[in-house]
């Protein structure tokens, strides 16, 4: 049996069940279309075989599901990729503990949950997964609908400076009238006083004007 084949028959027959020795990063992450997508999976032990797989289950785990082999790390041939997969869209690197899967270019048919795993003797082991969804355009919370509150109508005084012309009201016509009474009234009190003033004037005037004739009268006599 070929050791790809036989990976995926192992795989199936695994637990889903992740473990806390292989823990894998971010647990769920959703991006956009053609973009970079990066995950991580940490080995919190020492195994003798430190080839980490790669595993991707496009559907919910159950009794049909199974997982689809990625990629593995190999320290003679390099990277070793499954069957049917686009090689430039997924590159892979390892160091002591640690293995890095890079997905360039999603798309939404690459959303489903991705597993790391170690072959052991005789079971394996799988990370905890991360759970990665594709999507064209990211959703949206809606809003919650509120009522909207009637404005206020506030009574404001004309403004004078864009008026056409000054304003014909009932006061102002009263205060119009009543200065002209005034005006009016002032001038008669005016005239009045004025003509008082030159009678006076004419009645001394001429009161001196007879006194010294009635004086040189007397006199003579």
């Known amino acids: 049996m070929q050791p790809r084949l036989w990976l995926l028959l192992a795989a199936q027959l695994a637990a889903l069940h992740g473990s806390s020795v292989l823990q894998q990063n971010p647990e769920y992450q959703m991006v956009q279309t053609n973009q970079m997508v990066v995950l991580t999976c940490e080995a919190r032990t020492t195994y003798p075989n430190k080839r980490i797989y790669w595993l991707r ?17 190999d320290s003679i ?13 997924l590159t892979l690197s390892q160091d002591a503990s ?62 004078p400076v864009t008026q056409e012309g000054l304003s014909c009201g009932p006061i102002t016509l009263g205060l119009l009238v009543a200065g002209v009474l005034v005006l009016l009234v002032s001038l008669g009190v005016a005239i009045h006083i004025h003509c008082l003033q030159r009678r006076a004037r004419l009645r001394l005037l001429k009161h001196l004007r007879l006194y010294p004739l009635e004086k040189f009268s007397r006199l003579d006599y």
């Open 57 to 73: 289950q496009r559907q919910a785990p159950s009794a049909d599901s199974h997982q689809e082999f990625l990629a593995a790390w």
């Open 77 to 89: 041939k390099g990277i070793v990729y499954g069957e049917k997969l686009d090689q430039e869209k």
């Open 98 to 159: 640690r293995s890095t899967l890079h997905l360039a270019h999603v798309k939404p048919e690459d959303s489903g949950v991705y597993f790391c795993m170690i072959i052991g003797t005789p079971e394996l082991t799988f990370g905890t997964g991360t759970r990665l969804s594709v999507v064209d355009v990211f959703p949206t919370t809606a809003r919650p609908t509120t009522k909207p509150t009637p404005k206020k109508k506030v009574c404001r005084p004309p403004n």
